[in-house]
């Protein structure tokens, strides 16, 4: 299997802040609409895609927003001020490159005041975000024009292969909207009612895959996201969560949820069959869509995650293992076709 790198690069590239996912969504429905039976969005905007068959309802949630920023003011000189769109560490965006989406698209760099300049205290200190601003090298009453307060700006930069691995912006959670994409095209049948939500607002608080587990109501949840590969220089062993190129994550918990024990060993199986090398996943920080099709469903699901190892997540560098993201993909597609047989005890 090789990967389409065309496809992922338009993924990874398409804007999608949380709130804002309709470019995202318009992408993955054009990809997605010749592989399933029937799609709907919701009115919160997840992208509901369903293949009809017989077993337990299973829905597989890949959450389609990143991580933004999000204008505030505009000053007289026309530099932008804005809050962010999930979390971020100041240090990762100063001297990046953004495109801000208002009456017409435009991109810009976020600067802070120059090292030089700076008291020793400054230079001591973490940056914060309150003293980082957005340059559009545009006239500030054509700034104020273009660019309303609440206009969503994503960050800009391409996906590029390192060694035997991709980097790009956006991973997080693009990764897993291409390894869902990419297995409804490769599922031949299914023996359950399967339906992948391509969700909203995850980066946020979780919000859409709230919305869309209370309307399928599943038996078996199944997350898509990526996890920790923090296999680096100062990490002790027993603080690594995954490594990467070592298999896809299966999740055991992270601090949202605590997965079925019994569904995570139905995957492990399924994976050993296929020939799929997997790895256990123990988050202890950090939260998914995993835990919204668990407990508040209403109902309560058999829940677990298909997690991707990415290293330096929530940057513009994140970093995943091209083995990795095959083995993804086949073992979601290995879900769609078999998580039927599921024994449910």
């Known amino acids: 299997m090789k990967l389409n790198f065309k496809l992922l690069k338009e993924i990874v590239s398409t804007p999608g802040a949380p709130g804002f996912e309709d470019p995202i969504r318009d992408v993955i429905i054009n990809h997605i609409k010749d592989h399933v039976d029937d799609y709907s969005v919701d009115r919160m905007g997840n992208l509901i895609a369903r293949i009809k068959g017989d077993g337990p309802k299973v829905m597989a949630a890949a959450h389609m927003d990143e991580i933004s920023l999000i204008s505030i003011h505009v000053d007289s000189k026309g530099f932008i001020r804005f809050s962010t769109l999930g979390g971020f560490d100041p240090e990762t965006l100063i001297t990046q490159r953004v495109i801000i989406h208002g009456k017409k698209t435009i991109p810009g760099v976020i600067g802070s005041k120059p090292i030089h300049i700076q008291t020793d205290s400054e230079k001591k200190a973490k940056s914060k975000l309150k003293n980082l601003f957005i340059d559009t090298g545009l006239p500030a009453d054509e700034v104020k024009n273009l660019i309303p307060n609440g206009t969503p700006i994503t960050r800009d930069k ?131 869509d995993t835990s919204a099709m668990q407990y508040l469903v209403g109902i309560g699901s058999h829940v677990t995650s298909i997690s991707c190892p990415v290293r330096y997540i929530h940057s513009t560098a994140e970093t995943c293992s091209v083995s990795d993201v095959k083995a993804g993909i086949n073992l979601t597609t290995q879900c769609i076709e078999n998580i039927g047989a599921y024994p449910f005890k």
């Not at 991709?166 to 959670?173: E, H």
């Not at 690594?240 to 060993?265: H, W, Y």
């Open 158 to 288: 391409d996906l590029f292969e390192i060694g035997n691995c991709i980097s790009s912006k956006s991973l997080d959670n693009r990764i897993s909207v291409y390894i869902l994409i990419e297995a409804l095209k490769r599922a031949k049948k299914t023996n359950c009612d399967f339906y992948a939500a391509f969700t909203v607002q995850e980066e946020v608080g979780i919000r859409g895959a709230r919305v869309a587990a209370q309307a399928i109501q599943p038996e078996i949840g199944l997350n898509l996201d990526v996890t920790l590969a923090n296999d680096l220089p100062g990490v002790s062993d027993h603080e690594v969560c995954t490594r990467l190129g070592e298999g896809i994550g299966i999740k055991v918990m992270d601090k949202s949820v605590i997965c079925t024990p019994t569904l995570v060993n139905f995957l492990e199986q399924l994976a050993e069959t296929s020939s799929v090398n997997t790895q256990r996943e123990v988050l202890t920080a950090g939260g998914t």
